[in-house]
RNA sequence: GGCCCGUUGGUGAAGCGGUUUAACACAUAUGCCUUUCACGCAUACAUUCAUGGGUUCAAAUCCCGUACGGGUCACCA
């Protein structure tokens, strides 16, 4: 059988690095076994829906490299790929367990159901729904029908015994059938659940594994259960821990920017935050952590996904991002970074800012600080208590300074070879090195105790500049 | 609260009963290199695998309890 996954979001306009980790493993699952990768939007709560976001999905996973074999946007054989377009079909299955007696027709009103969950909450008991209209008569079932009195239709769940999951992650799970809920398949505005829409949709669009968030995992005997009813064969479940904030506390749009996009705007490279992401929570068999999407389509292995959750950690992305960054051709990485930088260089030739945006290749984490770390090129300096402190450590400094000053207004060609050759001439006038040849010069046109190559970023700055600021 | 799952260093993690005096990577610290900073390179950083017991000649690795963390119990997904 070939092997099929789904990225099943809802679309929300917003993904944040664990639906996207999801997603990558989806992905590679699917691709390891030649099979395909299909998206498919989870909208069957109308209330959350937002304009652009499907667009919004493919434009993300465009990004990462993935390909969509059959989704919305292009549709394979299994469509509509859109849950709210699919309204008839769930109904149909719905009946069918009906029929077959693993469902039944509840007429419970909210209010009702409220009311019983007061009611169980006031003796401090758990609320369940108790099932009492499974024991609905025909006649009166007929009856409600006939006169359109809104019902839902629940799944009828086995009172004894026990559900057996197995998945691949976290083996065999047992759950005790006399936790589970008579769930709700089919509301009463039509729409299917969650639970009930994904068990039909992935069982009709011949999905074979199924990769969640292991907060899924409990309610997976439910699917089998469902699974059983069709008598349909139950896919591979393949549950994942959680990615956790860098405070160690659950991902939220709220404390903090771990959303793809947020990251991508920041600068990050889509395949260094894939390569970061692949890597938390799976490792791979080889002691290798840079992969191309090809080695991580080889690598893979769902057998080797953790069982306990980790933590994001901007850190190591930033060493993964930095790598990608050195890795890059330099006209690739031109054309990249100059999407980020936005100093006004209106009066600058292209070979310059070329020439800066080069010598900080080496230098950065992401696409956002070239313009923090190019800022004295372009404002005004000011130095640090640390600079300060390290201008007046010594006398001598300010003879340094004056003899650098003499020098540059005497050269008549600015080039970062008649630079180097000032500051072998002023090493040898005023008998110093190290720090103390380097560092005055650096902070005094620069502002900064650090930087790329002193001759290249004084060349950049300009001859009158730095004059200047001498 | 019931049920389910997890727990190796600041972080990601390897490890699947003996060759582990716990790999590798990020971060951190120090040194080397470049007559500076960074880049790069090198070294250091868990006597110990949440904890208590057990099984075994031998346990991070198997079993049980405890603690802690997380998840889940909707006409949300």
């Known amino acids: 059988m070939k092997t099929r996954t789904r990225f099943a979001p809802s679309p929300t306009g917003f993904m944040h690095i664990g639906n996207l980790r999801t997603a990558i493993f989806e992905y590679l699952v699917a691709k390891r076994n030649g099979g395909d990768f299909l998206l498919r939007i989870e909208d069957t709560d109308q209330t959350r829906k937002v304009d652009g976001a499907i667009e919004f999905i493919y434009k993300t996973l465009e990004l990462c490299d993935f390909k969509i074999d059959e989704g919305p946007m292009n549709e394979g054989e299994c469509g509509p790929y859109i849950q709210s377009e699919r309204k008839d079909i769930y109904k149909k299955y719905a009946l069918e367990l009906v029929e077959k007696g693993h469902a039944y027709y509840c007429f419970c009103t909210e209010e009702e159901l409220d009311a019983m969950r007061e009611r169980a909450n006031l003796r401090k008991k758990p609320f369940m729904y108790d099932g009492r209209c499974s024991k609905l008569s025909k006649e009166r079932i007929e009856e409600n029908l006939k006169n359109n009195v809104p019902y839902v239709i629940r799944q009828k769940m086995p009172k004894m015994g026990e559900t057996i999951v197995l998945d691949v992650v976290y083996g065999r799970v047992k759950i005790d059938n006399s936790i589970l809920e008579d769930q709700i398949l089919l509301k009463s505005d039509g729409f299917p659940t969650y639970n009930f829409a994904n068990v039909v949709d992935d069982h009709l669009m011949g999905i074979t594994h199924v990769i969640r968030g292991k907060e899924y995992l409990d309610q997976t005997a439910k699917y089998n259960l469902l699974y059983d009813a069709f008598g349909w064969e139950k896919p591979t479940y393949i549950h994942v821990a959680m990615v956790l904030g860098e405070d160690g506390n659950k991902l939220s749009k709220r404390n903090g920017d771990a959303s793809f996009m947020d990251l991508y705007n920041e600068g990050y490279l889509p ?142 060609s600015w080039s970062v070879d008649a630079i180097s050759k000032v500051i072998l001439r002023v090493k040898e006038k005023l008998n110093v090195k190290g720090k103390l040849l380097y560092m005055p010069i650096r902070i005094a046109s620069s502002g900064l105790m650090h930087g790329p190559e002193l001759a290249d970023t004084l060349y950049l700055i300009g001859q009158d500049k730095i004059i200047s600021r001498l």
């Open 271 to 412: 395949p260094a935050i894939v390569n970061y992401l692949v890597l938390l929570g799976w490792s791979p068999e080889i002691n290798q952590e840079v992969f191309s999407m090809d080695e991580l389509i080889k690598n893979f292995d769902e057998k080797r996904i953790s069982k306990s959750s980790s933590q994001y950690d901007v850190k190591k992305l930033q060493w993964f991002n930095a790598q990608y960054i050195k890795n890059m051709e330099d006209q690739k990485y031109l054309e990249w970074i100059k999407k980020y930088f936005h100093h006004d260089v209106a009066d600058k030739n292209e070979d310059w800012v070329d020439h800066l945006l080069l010598i900080y290749k080496s230098h950065l984490s992401y696409g956002e600080q070239i313009n923090e770390e190019t800022k004295s090129f372009f404002e005004d300096i000011e130095m640090n208590e640390e600079c300060k402190v390290f201008m007046e450590s010594d006398p001598i400094i300010k003879d340094i300074l004056m003899a650098y000053k003499e020098e540059f207004i005497n050269i008549s």
